[in-house]
């Protein structure tokens, strides 16, 4: 019997990216309709015809209304990362039973949160 399963890979860059929509009030406020993605390389992926990366997407989407000048903070989305390695001193730290005496195994646990500042400013036009 064949497998007539058809695999699509699909590049993407991983990146930060933010989109602005920015409308002057009547007020002298500013409303800005802000989204903020982040797009970081995510886990293996085993397939048919090889290995591929997965994308991790985080988005943020939002309305906030300042005055001229005033700074806003956004923050939300969040990275982690677990690490572990493995130290040893070379054949020693394979031997059965004493090689854990050769070798020092380490976790590493990070947790970041991407926070934006933005000062919208209204420039007059001569």
Known sequence: MANNEATSVEFK???LGMEVMPTISHHGTIRLQLRISQNM???SIQHADGEALAID?????????VKDG?????????????N????SVP???NIPFIGQLF??????HQ????VVFITPRLIALP
């Open 13 to 15: 860059e991983a990146v």
């Open 41 to 43: 390389p995510g886990r």
């Open 57 to 65: 997407k985080q988005e943020i989407e939002t309305q906030v209304e």
């Open 70 to 82: 005033e700074t806003l903070a956004l923050g939300g989305i969040f990275q982690q990362q677990n």
């Open 84 to 87: 572990h390695t493995r130290d």
């Open 91 to 93: 054949l020693l730290g």
């Open 103 to 108: 070798r020092h195994d380490g976790k590493k």
């Open 111 to 114: 947790r970041r949160e991407l």
